[in-house]
Nanobody
Framework: QVQLVESGGGLVQPGGSLRLSCAASGSIFSINTMGWYRQAPGQERELVATIASGGSTNYADSVKARFTIYRDNAKNMVALQMDSLMAEDTAVYYC????????????????WGQGTPVTVSS
């Protein structure tokens, strides 16, 4: 069983910063792409940023130059540094990972965290 546990959400004023972290645990052989998604009230879940195992990154246009995604392969962790936060960034943020496990052969499982809320408000 593989789990992703997020931390770091909370309430912040516009223009402020937050750092989200996500740690994977369980019977993991390796992790492919890791990423962050978000879902605002009444909206569909959307991509925020992803990072491949080799370090290449991809960002939604709405967060480019404000958010930075990092990962630590040795610790199976991914983080999201969010700067210059705006009210429009208010959402529940979800960690996502493509995890390779060994169960009668190598298999890839897409795993989601439980979500951590971020509220940007004065």
């Amino acid at each position: 069983q593989v789990q992703l546990v997020e931390s770091g959400g909370g309430l912040v004023q516009p223009g402020g910063s937050l750092r989200l972290s996500c740690a994977a645990s369980g019977s993991i052989f390796s992790i492919n792409t890791m990423g962050w998604y978000r879902q605002a009230p009444g909206q569909e879940r959307e991509l925020v940023a992803t990072i491949a195992s080799g370090g290449s990154t991809n960002y939604a246009d709405s967060v480019k130059a404000r958010f930075t995604i990092y990962r630590d392969n040795a610790k199976n962790m991914v983080a999201l540094q969010m700067d210059s936060l705006m009210a429009e960034d208010t959402a529940v943020y979800y960690c996502n990972a493509g995890v390779v496990i060994y169960s009668g052969g190598y298999k890839i499982r897409e795993v989601w965290g439980q979500g951590t809320p971020v509220t940007v408000s004065s």
